[in-house]
């Protein structure tokens, strides 16, 4: 039952996270330098006390956190697999819902979280952390602008040697930034999906995806994502009729996002190439997660759905479930239009 005497509207509310690995702690700290962080969750007593002493908060189970009235939101960074369940407890006690992505490890799962938070009357959102960095809203800025064209193509990179799961593979871990970014600039879902994964270390898992999704008019996306890469790359190019543009979160700030006015002819029958310097794009610099952050709070405050709430999230998560569809069957996978958030 949901409890009568938590947080109500316009009112932001306490937050405790629960899970606090390595990107727990960051959303802690986040949450705790916006002032809301009441509570930390974590099997790990070590890690509870470095946190309370670091941030002021006071450490709890998961159980005192559902019952604490006071206590009106909670950010999920355990693993994946966990998330469905914590966050059904959180949102019948409730709780207002951050989820470190992905939003659960399968279709359904997804679904069943999104339909209880609508029953619960409380805000659900998905960390699409990329929805909120600087240089991200500068190239979908140029894209809604037009300056770039007609958009034909997009084509992103998410690749680096580590972070290897046991739990999800890299479709899971690594592309539902990409599928996020990717749907914000085309404006809906994709008409088409198809998807091929590689298990190195372990056949049953793959190591490297590569999703193809076909839009509706003839834009095409390619995603590329692994764990098992020399190096690290994060970087997300649209190609337009009259230019094209790159976001690489690899480069510094001045250089994060620039603009590449090539031009290609096809004016007397034979392709002709011109190349052009690349023009940077002013971005401001700041921190995608402590925005991100600040943004669930005040949607928890104004009723407002997230850039990140549900409809961004099951379109996400409807992408990665045909993704893993095909990767099993090798067939392209077909889904109707929807809107994004």
């Given at each position: 039952?949901?409890?009568?005497?938590?947080?109500?509207?316009n009112?932001?509310?306490?937050?405790?996270?629960?899970?606090?690995?390595?990107?727990?702690?960051?959303?802690?700290?986040?949450?705790?330098t916006?002032?809301t962080?009441?509570a930390?969750?974590?099997?790990n007593?070590?890690?509870?006390e470095?946190?309370?002493?670091?941030?002021?908060?006071?450490?709890?189970?998961?159980?005192e956190?559902l019952?604490?009235?006071?206590?009106?939101?909670?950010?999920?960074?355990?693993?994946?697999?966990?998330?469905?369940?914590?966050?059904?407890?959180?949102?019948?006690?409730?709780?207002?819902?951050?989820?470190e992505?992905?939003?659960?490890?399968?279709y359904?799962?997804?679904?069943?979280v999104?339909d209880a938070?609508?029953?619960?009357?409380?805000?659900?959102?998905?960390?699409?952390?990329?929805?909120?960095?600087?240089?991200?809203?500068?190239?979908?800025?140029?894209?809604?602008?037009?300056?770039?064209?007609?958009?034909?193509r997009?084509?992103?990179?998410?690749?680096?040697?580590?972070a290897?799961?046991?739990?999800?593979d890299?479709?899971?871990?690594?592309?539902?930034h990409?599928?996020?970014?990717?749907l914000?600039l085309?404006?809906?879902?994709?008409?088409?999906?198809?998807?091929?994964?590689?298990?190195?270390?372990?056949?049953?898992?793959?190591?490297?995806?590569?999703?193809?999704?076909?839009?509706?008019?003839?834009?095409?996306?390619?995603?590329?994502?692994?764990?098992?890469?020399?190096?690290?790359?994060?970087?997300i190019?649209?190609i337009?009729?009259?230019?094209?543009?790159?976001?690489?979160?690899?480069l510094?700030?001045?250089?994060?996002?620039q603009?590449?006015?090539?031009?290609?002819?096809l004016?007397?029958?034979?392709?002709?190439?011109?190349?052009?310097d690349?023009?940077?794009?002013?971005?401001?610099?700041a921190?995608?997660?402590?925005?991100?952050?600040?943004?669930?709070?005040?949607?928890?405050?104004?009723?407002?759905?997230?850039?990140?709430?549900?409809t961004?999230?099951l379109?996400?998560?409807?992408?990665?479930?045909r993704?893993?569809?095909?990767?099993?069957?090798?067939?392209?996978?077909?889904?109707?239009?929807r809107a994004?958030?």
């Amino acid at each position: 039952m949901v409890a009568q005497n938590l947080d109500s509207q316009n009112q932001t509310p306490r937050v405790a996270v629960i899970g606090c690995g390595a990107w727990g702690r960051n959303i802690a700290r986040c949450f705790a330098t916006l002032g809301t962080l009441e509570a930390v969750v974590d099997p790990n007593a070590e890690t509870v006390e470095s946190l309370t002493a670091l941030f002021g908060c006071r450490g709890a189970t998961l159980d005192e956190v559902l019952a604490d009235a006071g206590i009106g939101a909670v950010a999920i960074a355990t693993p994946p697999s966990m998330h469905r369940a914590v966050a059904e407890a959180a949102l019948a006690a409730g709780k207002h819902v951050y989820i470190e992505k992905p939003l659960t490890l399968n279709y359904p799962d997804a679904l069943a979280v999104a339909d209880a938070a609508r029953q619960a009357g409380r805000t659900l959102m998905t960390g699409h952390i990329l929805q909120f960095h600087n240089g991200f809203r500068a190239l979908k800025e140029l894209v809604a602008s037009g300056r770039l064209g007609e958009v034909r193509r997009v084509h992103a990179n998410r690749l680096n040697l580590g972070a290897v799961r046991k739990e999800e593979d890299a479709l899971w871990c690594l592309a539902p930034h990409d599928v996020s970014m990717t749907l914000a600039l085309m404006g809906g879902a994709p008409e088409t999906v198809e998807a091929f994964g590689e298990g190195h270390l372990r056949k049953e898992t793959a190591d490297a995806v590569t999703l193809r999704l076909g839009f509706a008019g003839g834009p095409q996306a390619m995603i590329h994502v692994s764990w098992l890469h020399p190096f690290k790359e994060h970087r997300i190019s649209v190609i337009g009729s009259q230019a094209m543009a790159v976001f690489d979160d690899c480069l510094p700030w001045d250089r994060k996002v620039q603009i590449y006015p090539h031009q290609v002819s096809l004016d007397g029958g034979s392709p002709t190439v011109v190349r052009a310097d690349p023009v940077p794009v002013e971005v401001e610099q700041a921190e995608p997660l402590l925005a991100e952050c600040a943004h669930f709070l005040a949607c928890c405050a104004s009723g407002e759905e997230p850039i990140t709430g549900a409809t961004e999230a099951l379109a996400v998560m409807d992408v990665l479930h045909r993704a893993a569809l095909s990767m099993t069957d090798h067939q392209v996978h077909t889904l109707p239009a929807r809107a994004s958030a």
